[in-house]
């Protein structure tokens, strides 16, 4: 970003005199060696998403800034702040979710997380291990929504936590909201599995490009009155956003089961798995 345009965010506010780009928020710097660094720390540990973070912050995307400003500076921008100022708080509270309609949104996100033992204030815990420094401005509000809504990528895509599973909601991930670091980890990563699982029949790269064209095709998420969502049955969510059911993914675990190998847990395989990614 020029010095011209980063001078000209940092003057746009939106209606409510909230600043589009703080004055002091460093400029990313695209450091193609650094996000390598940290997939391959991801690779030796699943378990650190710090590592994913770093890796976003590491290959900045050039029109970013102004995808936040599209959003944010709207109407629709503006109305979800004012009614969603922390989704956390709303993710979290699994009592008021739990009150919802049987089959909503909210009960199949309550499961989901229940089940996998998350919460959104633990992905807020890992974002903040990488000391990034916070800022009062928009920048700020539209990271913390596209932290916030990952697992409800998850639970709307079909996506399990297993290691295609991760891979095809990041590549859902850029169809929506592009990144080189999506790329990197999506793809990277599944070129990671299909080598670890020799002679598999699988179809990995399938799945994670019917995930990326699923994401492309897809309103962004992130602009969605998440509140409102969670309240509605899941089919009809997943209806509106246009969202099918993973064929190729559930088609890679159907020959997997069918070849011993259990999509969860690929490093107990009967065969020499390695270290696969399960971001």
């Known amino acids: 970003m020029t010095e011209a345009a980063r001078d000209q965010f940092t003057r746009m506010f939106s209606a409510d005199g909230t600043v589009l780009l703080h004055p002091d928020r460093p400029q990313a710097k695209y450091r193609p060696l650094r996000a390598v660094h940290n997939f391959q720390m991801l690779m030796k540990d699943k378990e650190d998403t710090a590592a994913v973070f770093r890796i976003f912050e590491s290959l900045p995307s050039k029109d970013f800034i102004p995808r936040i400003a599209e959003l944010s500076l709207s109407e629709r921008g503006t109305y979800l702040r004012q009614t969603e100022p922390s989704l956390p708080e709303i993710l979290d509270d699994h009592a008021a979710l ?15 997380m229940e089940a996998e033992g998350l919460s959104a204030a633990g992905l807020v815990a890992e974002s903040d291990r990488t000391g990034r420094p916070r800022f009062p401005d928009l920048v700020e509000w539209y990271i913390n929504r596209s932290r916030d809504t990952h697992d409800l990528f998850h639970v709307l895509t079909g996506y399990g936590r297993d290691a295609l599973g991760e891979a095809s909601v990041l ?24 080598k670890m699982a020799k002679g598999t029949k699988a179809p990995v790269f399938g799945a994670v490009r019917e995930a990326h064209r699923t994401g492309k095709g897809a309103p962004p998420l992130i602009a969605q009155p998440i509140r409102q969502l969670l309240e509605r049955p899941i089919e009809d969510v997943r209806a509106e956003l246009r969202i099918p059911q993973p064929q190729q993914y559930r088609e890679c675990h ?14 107990a395989s009967t065969k020499p798995q390695g270290e696969l990614l399960a971001a």
């Open 171 to 194: 590549l859902f991930t850029h169809g929506q909201s592009p990144s080189q670091g999506h790329l990197l980890i999506g793809y990277a990563g599944a070129a990671n599995i299909k």
């Open 98 to 112: 739990r009150r919802t309609p049987k089959g909503s949104l909210a009960h199949a996100y309550c499961d989901f």
């Open 254 to 267: 159907r020959i997997w089961q069918a070849e011993g190998i259990d999509p969860y847990n690929l490093l």
